[in-house]
């Protein structure tokens, strides 16, 4: 079992830059998360997955890595990571680190010796065209903003690939030589106290890239997930994978690899999509079929569900029309939109009834599959839109209402702080709803006690009851004789429905919410009324 610890337990996302400054720098860094573990410990935190934190130029907030074993002198030492570490394992929590190895910063020395030379041993370790290849504008990352995703290097008189920004050339995957270096990446941090890695951007890690491949329908390498996973379970039997992989649900099996040998747990990019869906407009017929859709997973395998992360929220696999509507509610501003297919806004900004934001912490904590929060959506932190693209969604986390939110003294903090308007960090921060029993902070750390005490959440497959109404999703978890059914509202008016489930009749179900009891009724329906966007967990009980 303690190998399967992931199946249960909030996952909390950190950028350490922007979550506590404690040397006032002006930057966050390990020292102030060190601090800060007791309050994580306090809302039911029991994993950590830390943005890159490795030196970079900073093109892409991090994720253009130039040297893959170091650690941005900004954010502290390698005495203050190791610290950081001991201390979380000393209170129970596990720390990841995101896997970024599709790619690297222009700046990294391998790409420097790369460009200088065709005889140079590195120069195989990215992929590059003499001529500049036909599909040379298509299959982008950041459509809208990125213009190509192969680029002339004048020093190396040729054309690199580039699935992300010009900045951050890919690195040749078929190559053994950068193989055996991504092996020798995962050994690094596992032996530093790493308990997994959020692997980036899996579909482009494992594709084939060459002069002609069709970036649009790519043939992909899945036998090299199997070997992370070998390898990371070999060198620490509880290490895990998290795959960052958007992909449609018929193409999830080879991720997740034959009996589990593949991602331990996958971002649930498909369900999330259609939750948004169903959130915007109160129907829940997608959102049931995707989460039907999702089911069939290895049972060592497990989802990871979140409602906002630290990119847009990506809408690319509903219809135009769905689309559409989800823009209508959540981003109808263009400001407010990005790469022609996504939201980039905070959660609380963009549901604004509290209600609402209340069903959909019920839904994530409750949903098959691990929980995952991004730093200040506990609080229900706001975004800042006049910074550039998914840097909206990345400000500095508001602590209290001391000058620049108690995330640091320093008279300019790294990235703007929220002072102005319904969301600044005078009236949203952790010291004003750590007063507050009925603050979002309090309801998400009772999520997350909930959630504890429901085991069968994470172990068992769900099931999709009948509610014989559009607005109403019931699901039923069975699992070594206990049974939990949650049900949810998504319509703004209260909802009365018939759930019908496996449950014999004349058993009682027990709200966990309230203690109020449902008596199972003949053909094992039971009545339940709801509150507009209301919500219920039921145990049953004999």
């Known amino acids: 079992m303690e190998e399967l610890w992931y199946k249960n337990g909030l996952v909390y996302s950190v950028d350490v830059e922007v979550f506590k400054d404690s040397n006032n720098d002006g930057v966050g860094d390990f020292d102030g998360l060190t601090q800060q573990l007791d309050y994580l410990k306090t809302i039911g935190v029991e994993t950590i997955w830390l943005a890159p934190f490795q030196p970079s130029p900073n093109e892409d907030d991090g994720y253009d890595i130039s040297d893959f074993y170091g650690i941005d002198k900004r954010l502290g ?26 790619h690297t910063s222009d700046q990294h020395p391998w790409f420097q010796q790369a460009r200088r030379s065709k005889d140079s041993p590195y120069r195989s370790w990215y992929v590059w065209a003499k001529e500049r290849p036909k599909k040379w504008d298509s299959g982008m990352v950041f459509p809208g903003v990125q213009k190509d995703i192969w680029t002339y290097d004048k020093q190396a008189g040729e054309y690199y690939y580039h699935r992300f920004y010009e900045a951050q050339p890919d690195l040749n995957m078929q190559n053994p030589a950068v193989q055996r270096e991504m092996r020798k990446i995962i050994r690094y941090w596992l032996d530093k106290g790493i308990a997994g890695f959020r692997v980036d951007a899996v579909p482009f890690l494992i594709e084939v890239a060459n002069a002609d491949f069709d970036p649009d329908k790519p043939e992909h390498q899945f036998d090299m997930i199997t070997q992370l996973h070998q390898y990371s379970q070999w060198h620490k039997r509880d290490a895990i994978l998290l795959g960052e992989a958007n992909v449609d649900p018929k193409e999830q099996e080879p991720y997740f690899g034959n009996e ?27 959102l049931k079929e995707a989460l039907n859709a999702t089911k069939n997973i290895p049972p060592t395998a497990q989802w990871a569900n979140f409602l906002r992360n630290h990119d847009e ?26 790469y022609d297919r996504g939201i980039r806004r905070r959660l609380a900004p963009m549901l604004g009834d509290p209600r609402l934001i209340n069903l959909a912490y019920s839904v994530l904590f409750s949903l098959p599959g691990m929980p995952v929060i991004r730093y200040g959506e506990e609080i229900g932190m706001g975004d800042d839109l ?9 400000t500095p986390m508001q602590w209290s209402a001391e000058p620049n939110a108690g995330f640091s003294t320093s008279a300019k903090p790294v990235r703007p702080i929220i002072s102005q308007g319904p969301y600044s960090y005078k009236t949203v921060n952790v010291a004003a709803q750590r007063a507050d029993s009925s603050s979002l902070l309090n309801r998400i750390s009772h999520f997350a006690r909930l959630r504890k005490q429901c085991p ?16 109403v999703v019931a699901i039923q978890y069975d699992w070594q004789g206990r049974s939990l059914v949650t049900v949810y ?19 009682t179900l027990v709200n966990l919410f309230d203690q109020t009891n449902n008596t199972i009724g003949g053909s094992g329906a039971v009545s339940i009324k709801l509150a507009g966007y209301g919500s219920a967990w039921y145990r049953l009980k004999n």
């Open 77 to 102: 030492t390698s005495q203050d990571f190791d610290e950081c570490i001991r201390q979380a394992n000393q209170k129970g929590i596990r720390i990841m680190m995101d896997l970024v190895t599709n």
């Open 260 to 286: 589990g040998q593949g991602m331990q747990t996958m971002f649930n990019f498909f369900v999330n999509q259609h939750l948004f869906y169903a959130l915007a407009t109160g129907e829940t017929a997608s």
């Open 456 to 471: 069968e959440i994470g172990w068992a497959n769900g099931k999709i009851l009948d509610t014989n109404s559009d607005h």
């Open 489 to 507: 509202n998504f319509s703004s008016e209260p909802q009365q429905c018939q759930v019908k489930s496996s449950i014999k009749t004349g058993l």
């Open 313 to 338: 929220i990506d809408l690319g696999r509903l219809s135009d029309t769905e689309r559409s509507k989800v823009y209508a509610r959540f981003g109808p501003d263009t400001t407010m939109q990005l």
């Open 386 to 394: 006049s910074l550039k693209e998914r840097l909206s969604v990345r």
